[in-house]
């Protein structure tokens, strides 16, 4: 634990003195004291944005909105490396419906994004109370580039013609 926070305080002096803007890809998934915990520290190095999975429920949302500074935070909803009959098993639905739910949930308590896959995108366009939700979709490669561990993929062309704001391409 000590070293875990010398490293922390190191890489809040890197980015400090690099004043660069930078996503912090933490994937928060725990009880809302630790996430909230978490997104304290992720503020103090002065994150762009940081991630919180929305699965790990409304309270560790609304913790992480409330600790983020000036960070914005962005939820995860379902993994782009998820198939459907894996989603009904895990969350009782198929993907677009947990999306959905999971990204009206984000609206309601703050967030400013949601990620997920780009085959999701068009019909999250279709619901008003998302406008304002920033769309990072990752699952994202060009027709050439094998899917990988990704289920749920487009081409950069076609996530940026379905809506997405930002997309994650490759590793």
Known sequence: ???????????????????????????????????????????????????????????????????????????????????????????????????LQFAKMLAEVGAHGIICSPKELEFLGQESELAHLKKVTPGVRPVWAPADDQKRVMTPGEAIRAGADYLVIGR
């Open 1 to 99: 634990e000590e070293q875990a926070v010398a490293n922390l305080k190191k890489l809040r002096i890197l980015f400090g003195l690099l004043g660069v803007n930078f996503f912090w890809d933490g994937k928060f998934d725990d009880i809302p004291n630790t996430v909230g915990n978490a997104a304290a520290q992720v503020a103090r190095m002065n994150a762009m944005m940081f991630n919180v999975h929305a699965s790990a429920g409304r309270a560790a949302v609304e913790k992480a909105v409330t600790n983020r500074g000036n960070a914005e935070v962005l939820g995860v909803t379902v993994l782009t490396s998820i198939k459907e009959d894996e989603c009904v098993s895990i969350f009782g639905d198929n993907p677009g419906n947990k999306v």
